[in-house]
């Protein structure tokens, strides 16, 4: 196995055109490894900070100067060791100095390295235990935009195809076709008004939110039955952006915690929702439990803001049993060492994991790896957009090779 030889860290941009980092790590024997790392608008209130106060720019001076020469000579196999030294060089509790995105993209470019070396993919070096790359992830497809990802669209911020046929070809394709059936739809029902796309390549139109779940629903539906496969609607409130700590305001309606849980269970049953991300605000796990008490036997109940892809507030989800199912974002925590303990913490209590992008993505596919590599239910990622075929393309390259 060889040591690390070089860290690069540079600026791109990312889809939204803000900049971002990217880092290579390249190894004594030559093997490479480069990867962009994508940033958030609706992030939670307990993520790592993305970058430092300074923003790239000092980020990039700062791993430069302080933390690649304590990386260099490092064994690439050696993960643990790698994204400790990015902590312990950063010496602070949420990654201010070094910031989470730097600490993603040189955690991720130094797994792909190690693959590299080793001539494997990228998520067989991620691999959990009894993952064996055969079993293909659902794909959660983002199909009109709301929130912080919209202007002038509904409150709810995602309304999502969730297509759970395990080959990734016919997942993908009827995610696809829930989008363009919306996107009819929606000019259907606004003929002389301009449709737009949102962040994350959902449509933007100014539609109430209920109005725009059940649009959403009847093109599941039909998608469903054209193509025979299973494909149906999905949400996230993403509720910690529209509730004040004591309400959540929606343009229509403004509701207390309990007419929330309420509420968010009347549109499960009503519109067949199976995959529902943050109902509740990012604070109440007890919130959580009681929608996951009330509906969680019929749909993936995730939780994204409440847990920031962090163990430690997992493991308070899971004693009041907040959730069946944890979103997973590398650079809500920092590195793949705390990203992999939160999904042997979740696979161990039993819950399902998605796999996520950000709404600011970099055009590049190792989150594909990461998905197939933890044994995701779910690879949320989106459907249209370069940024966001990058990674389905991946998962159809890999499930070409090792797929049903
Ligand atoms: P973000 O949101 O990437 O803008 O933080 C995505 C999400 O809430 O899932
Ligand atoms: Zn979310």
């Not at 430092?52 to 304590?70: D, I, M």
């Not at 064994?75 to 600490?103: C, F, K, Q, W, Y």
């Not at 394709?173 to 390549?201: I, K, N, Q, S, Y």
């Amino acid at each position: 196995m060889s040591e690390i030889r070089s860290v690069g860290v540079d600026l791109i941009y990312d889809s939204r055109g803000h900049a971002t980092i990217e880092a290579e790590v390249r190894l004594g024997s030559g093997a490479h490894g480069r990867a962009g790392a994508p940033s958030g608008a609706s992030t939670g209130m307990h993520e790592v900070q993305a970058f430092p106060r300074g923003g790239v720019p000092e980020a990039l001076t700062t791993v430069r100067k302080q933390l690649v020469p304590k990386l260099v000579g490092l064994e690439a196999g050696d993960r643990a060791g790698i994204d400790g030294m990015i902590h312990t060089v950063d010496g602070t509790p949420n990654l201010a100095r070094v910031g989470g995105n730097s600490a993603t993209a040189i955690s991720v470019a130094s797994a792909m390295a190690l693959a590299a070396e080793r001539g494997q993919p990228l998520w067989k070096v991620l691999a959990r235990p009894g993952v064996d790359g055969r079993s293909f992830p659902a794909i959660v497809g983002n199909c009109l935009n709301g929130g912080k990802h919209a202007i002038g669209g509904p409150d709810i911020q995602e309304y999502i195809a969730f297509a759970t046929d395990r080959d990734p070809a016919r997942s993908i394709e009827a995610a696809l076709r829930v989008h363009t059936l919306l996107g009819e739809a929606l000019h259907r029902r606004f003929p002389t008004a301009a449709l737009g796309r949102g962040d994350e390549g959902g449509w933007v139109a100014a539609v109430g939110n209920v109005d725009a779940l059940e649009m959403l629903s009847e093109a599941c539906a039909r998608a469903r039955d054209e193509l025979r496969t299973e494909v149906h609607p999905g949400l996230d409130f993403a509720a910690s952006e529209f509730y004040d700590g004591g309400h959540y305001h929606y343009k229509d309606r403004t509701l207390d915690p309990p007419g929330q849980v309420a509420f968010v269970a009347e549109l499960v049953d009503k519109y067949g929702v199976r995959y529902l991300e943050d109902p509740i605000e990012q604070e109440s796990f007890g919130g959580f439990a009681a929608v996951t008490k009330a509906v969680g036997d019929r749909t993936l109940v995730i939780g994204d803001d409440v847990y920031v892809t962090n163990a430690e507030r997992l493991q308070r989800g899971i004693a009041q049993h907040s959730t069946n199912a944890v979103l997973i974002k590398v650079n809500q925590v920092g590195t793949l060492t705390e990203t992999l303990r939160t999904v042997d913490l979740a696979r161990q209590d039993g819950q399902a994991t998605i796999t996520s992008h950000r709404s600011g993505e970099v055009p590049e596919g190792w989150l594909a790896h990461v998905a197939l590599g933890t044994g995701a239910r779910g690879l949320k990622c989106g459907v249209l957009g370069g940024e966001r075929v990058a990674k389905l393309n991946e998962l159809l390259r890999l499930a070409r090779l090792h797929g049903p």
